[in-house]
């Protein structure tokens, strides 16, 4: 069989890399960790040059192109990685309508027409974890090949082909879209009958606290009275500010100087 030059390139031509999975702003809220922690435990740095005005500062980084059930910081996630041979390619949504508490309806599988509520949501992956339903019991082996346990996991329903949101006027699934009430409040409404989907109060909830209003501050934290701005930008240098604050006055006069 002959080839062309192009085609036979075309062939020989490595897999297109699946692009990097960024974290989604739900999942950044949830673990109300700082920007820069979930930055760099989401990638590596595997090369970096010395230090050194002989050296072009570069580095490598590895970027994780797969999230599962556990967030991508966490030390699970790595082991997780390791047993999966793929990089799964995530369809984009334009818009996200589910949320932690919200009850839903499944639409496929053997749990097809039951209702629950979501317990997780991963919108990485376009994934909800309904409680109760959509699971799967796993036996724990020991050496010998001998069971000694069963475990009942749920597992991911992908949105918004497996699951549907639920019209809280009469029960029964819909297509939801965004708009905004008289007062300019972002609300879910129900395509099939207009009414609001409210969010639940579990979509307030974090790693730390299941309601702001009843967290309770530790010392470590930054309270709300040592949050102001002491900072006033001015058109000076650090050490005019220096010298005002010494009370030190300049009465030398420059010369002129010509940039070419």
Do not use: C
């Not at 980084?61 to 556990?70: A, D, H, M």
């Not at 990089?87 to 949320?99: I, M, T, Y």
């Not at 749990?111 to 991963?122: P, S």
């Not at 090949?145 to 991911?156: C, D, F, H, L, V």
């Amino acid at each position: 069989m002959r080839f062309t030059l192009p085609l036979l390139a075309r062939r020989l031509r490595p897999p297109v890399a699946p692009p990097e999975i960024k974290v989604s702003e739900l999942t950044k809220k949830y673990a109300n960790l700082p920007e820069k922690y979930i930055e760099d435990a989401t990638r590596g740095v595997t090369y970096r040059t010395p230090r050194g005005i002989n050296y072009r500062p570069k580095e490598q980084r590895t970027f994780k192109n797969y999230v599962g059930l556990e967030r991508p910081w966490a030390f699970e996630s790595e082991n997780e990685k390791e047993d999966i041979n793929y990089s799964p390619f995530v369809e984009p949504l334009r818009h996200w309508f589910f949320f932690k508490g919200d009850r839903v309806q499944v639409l496929v599988g053997k749990d097809a027409g039951k209702q629950g509520l979501v317990e997780l949501v991963i919108p990485e992956r376009n994934w909800v974890i309904v409680g109760g339903l959509n699971g799967e019991v796993e036996s724990n082996k020991d050496e010998d090949g001998y069971i000694y346990s069963y475990a009942y996991t749920e597992r991911p329903l992908l949105v918004p082909s497996q699951v549907a949101l639920v019209d809280p006027g009469d029960l029964l699934p819909t297509e939801v879209e965004w708009g905004y009430t008289e007062t300019g409040d972002k609300v879910r409404v129900s395509v099939r009958t207009g009414r609001i989907i409210p969010l639940s109060k579990k979509t307030e909830e974090t790693h730390q606290y299941k309601s702001p209003a009843n967290y309770v501050e530790n010392e470590k934290d930054t309270t709300a009275a040592n949050m102001k701005v002491t900072f006033k930008p001015r058109l000076t240098t650090f050490e005019m500010e220096i010298a005002e604050e010494l009370g030190i006055t300049e009465d030398r006069i420059p010369k002129k100087t010509y940039w070419y």
